[in-house]
């Protein structure tokens, strides 16, 4: 490799851009250049199948989106599928809690609580897939034994294979009907996503962030005649802050971004679309049917709703956060 | 140094003082250790079901009793017989070592250019960029299937390595390390005349060895089992990494659960032995992203 010639101090911008280079030349290539080239495509109708001429529609596309009752419905399906997201990080912060104490075996639990997150991808999809099996698989193996053990006559759920869910929504159109109340395809989703989710990255965020709190707080709160609940509320808590407000915020930006393998890999999409999301979405339309125009479109209507989430998480959780 | 930071993280919960006293506090522990257990084999249960399944024959996989009555380990034979697999296996590593490799040493520059030199404008610059972090990855998917489409990349290596090469992520956490070294280092290397190139590549790339090995696991895990950018990039078969491999072997060869989570076993025993050996950089590596967030 050459040798960069010194300089005097005080001139290092000149050596800080070439350093710089070859991670802004990438960046520009394959990130800024991107986004902008998709922006100005959302306003054409470009199809790469060329059966319709290109042209330049203005705001066609994001005027069609309005009127788009699917695009609605995957934003609900992706709206639904992040309903696991609390459950998951209040759980990541009790394993935290109970890793916190002084116990032998520590490092073993970790490990163990961690495996789903590593592992996370195709053939842990692929693994659940199978575990989901109305027919065949454990998960309903499990129902059955313990229903018919009660004498209970619970009809196990048919998992990835039907449109029935937790709130009760409709298919194809924005309704909710006690018809369609149970488990269905979505919670499947939600409850691997906990599974997967719970163990991983922000249990270890939590557990780093109460071995911060100072024990002198806590014992002050003791001495004080505080409970152990009245001292998590009044001193865990807040000083948890920081830590509950990035993981928030990086769950909300990742959860709507979030859908794809799954529907890829377990359900296509279905039964009925139900587990298709906004990326999901993207894909099928840009790489299914070619419009790219209208694909990019969705995309950045998509990047325009992670940005206002943050913004607003930024706006709300950033007083509760006191640096 | 690192090393120590990462004891004091957990090593303090070892040694803070016991909360309860006596019976009590016996009890606590057997009820903390109870919930552990019992949340570690909700995390192993599906696991477990994986491996049995995957030395079962096909019919037994569909009952219930939770053991094969005869182990067929052939079966793993059987998935290289169907398919590339070791070709898949090849793929995955070649690609997301490539990646890896190139990664570290484009983060580590940036980051040097972020954390030891001073120049006007850094802190607004590094602030700029790290904002990028949000924009989500399909908006510049498409723009870069057809940027590849143009460059007569699709279905090449180059293709599947080149765009994963840079990383705002990278430079991130990098920067945080380098942020650790003290400064009066590079100082005297000045004043011993060396060049910045040389107290990069001799002095601070050294010196940010855990930090690189973070970044490189990082990088290593996410790209073995990168997915759509392969997805959408690769037509032939002889170019599939592990995880397409897996989802056409899934859905084209047919009902055959054994073999399929044989070839999952396969895909994920590397990723667990390279966190198990490498979990305290990870461990640290995680924590030191989000504290400057």
């Given at each position: 490799m050459s040798v960069l010639p010194a300089r005097k101090a005080g001139d290092e911008r000149a050596i800080a851009w070439l350093f710089?280079?070859?991670?802004?030349?990438?960046?520009?290539?394959?990130?800024?250049?991107?986004?902008?080239?998709?922006l100005v495509v959302s306003f054409s109708n470009w199809?790469?199948?060329?059966?319709?001429?290109?042209?330049?529609?203005?705001?066609?596309?994001?005027?069609?989106?309005?009127?788009?009752?699917?695009?609605?419905?995957?934003?609900?399906?992706?709206?639904?599928?992040?309903?696991?997201?609390?459950?998951?990080?209040?759980g990541s912060l009790a394993l935290a809690i109970l890793l916190s104490q002084r116990l032998r075996g520590i490092v073993v639990y970790r490990t163990l609580f961690y495996l789903p997150s590593i592992t996370s991808g195709v053939a842990l999809m692929i693994l659940w897939k199978a575990l989901y099996n109305p027919d065949f698989g454990p998960i309903n193996a499990m129902i059955n034994a313990v229903s018919e053990a009660l004498g209970l006559k619970v009809k196990a759920p048919?998992?990835?294979?039907?449109?029935?869910?937790?709130?009760?929504?409709?298919?194809?159109?924005?309704?909710?009907?006690?018809?369609?109340?149970?488990?269905?395809?979505?919670?499947?989703?939600?409850?691997?996503?906990?599974?997967?989710?719970?163990?991983?990255?922000?249990?270890?965020?939590?557990?780093?962030?109460?071995?911060?709190?100072?024990?002198?707080?806590?014992?002050?709160?003791?001495?004080?005649?505080?409970?152990?609940?009245?001292?998590?509320?009044?001193?865990t808590w807040p000083q948890l802050a920081p830590t509950t407000f990035f993981i928030v915020v990086m769950s909300f930006i990742g959860g709507l971004q979030g859908g794809f393998e799954q529907a890829r890999v377990m359900t296509g999409g279905g039964p009925a679309g139900t587990t298709t999301t906004l990326t999901y979405y993207i894909y099928t339309k840009a790489f299914e049917e070619f419009q790219i125009g209208y694909a990019s479109a969705i995309s950045w209507i998509l990047f325009a709703i992670i940005f206002v989430v943050t913004l607003i998480n930024w706006k709300f959780g950033a007083k509760e956060v006191s640096y | 140094m690192v090393e120590e930071a990462q004891g004091t993280v957990f090593g303090r919960a070892q040694t803070a003082p016991v909360g309860g006293r006596g019976r009590r506090s016996l009890v606590k522990g057997?009820?903390?250790?109870?919930?552990?257990?019992?949340?570690?084999?909700?995390?192993?249960?599906?696991?477990?079901?994986?491996?049995?399944?995957?030395?079962?024959?096909?019919?037994?996989?569909?009952?219930?009793?939770?053991?094969?009555?005869?182990?067929?380990?052939?079966?793993?034979?059987r998935v290289f017989e169907q398919i590339p697999f070791a070709r898949y296996y090849f793929n995955s590593v070649f690609i997301a070592a490539w990646v890896t490799f190139l990664q570290c040493l484009t983060s580590a520059m940036a980051a040097y250019a972020f954390a030891r030199l001073r120049w006007k404008g850094r802190d607004t610059i590094f602030r700029l960029y790290l904002a990028t972090l949000m924009i989500p990855g399909v908006v510049t998917m498409i723009p870069n299937y057809t940027l590849m489409v143009w460059l007569h990349l699709l279905d090449s290596y180059i293709g599947l390595i080149v765009p994963a090469a840079f990383s705002a992520f990278g430079t991130f956490l990098l920067r945080q390390f380098m942020l650790t070294i003290p400064p009066s280092l590079d100082e005297a290397a000045k004043i011993d005349g060396a060049s910045h190139w040389q107290i990069f590549w001799d002095i601070i790339m050294p010196l940010s060895r855990a930090g690189l090995i973070t970044l490189a696991i990082f990088t290593f895990m996410g790209n073995y089992g990168s997915f759509f950018w392969p997805l959408i990039l690769i037509k032939s078969d002889h170019l599939r990494t592990l995880p397409i491999g897996m989802l056409y072997f899934d859905t084209n060869y047919g009902r055959q659960t054994n073999l399929i989570m044989a070839a999952s076993v396969m895909n994920i025993i590397p990723l667990v032995i390279l966190f198990v050996v490498s979990q305290r950089f990870l461990v640290r590596g995680i924590q030191l992203g989000a504290v400057k967030g």
């Open positions: 710089l280079l070859p991670n802004f030349v990438g960046f520009g290539v394959f990130t800024a250049g991107p986004v902008l080239f998709s199809n790469l199948q060329r059966t319709v001429p290109f042209q330049w529609i203005g705001f066609g596309n994001y005027v069609e989106l309005m009127h788009d009752t699917q695009f609605w419905l995957y934003f609900i399906n992706t709206l639904y599928l992040m309903l696991g997201m609390p459950v998951a990080i209040a048919e998992w990835l294979l039907s449109t029935a869910n937790l709130l009760g929504l409709e298919v194809e159109q924005v309704r909710v009907s006690m018809k369609q109340f149970g488990l269905g395809a979505r919670d499947a989703l939600i409850i691997m996503g906990i599974w997967i989710a719970i163990g991983g990255n922000n249990m270890l965020l939590y557990l780093a962030a109460l071995t911060n709190v100072p024990q002198e707080l806590i014992e002050a709160a003791q001495l004080d005649g505080a409970g152990k609940w009245a001292v998590f509320r009044n001193v | 057997v009820l903390s250790h109870l919930a552990l257990t019992l949340m570690a084999l909700t995390s192993l249960a599906p696991f477990v079901w994986m491996v049995l399944a995957s030395f079962k024959p096909l019919e037994e996989v569909e009952q219930i009793n939770p053991l094969p009555t005869v182990w067929h380990p052939e079966n793993y034979a």
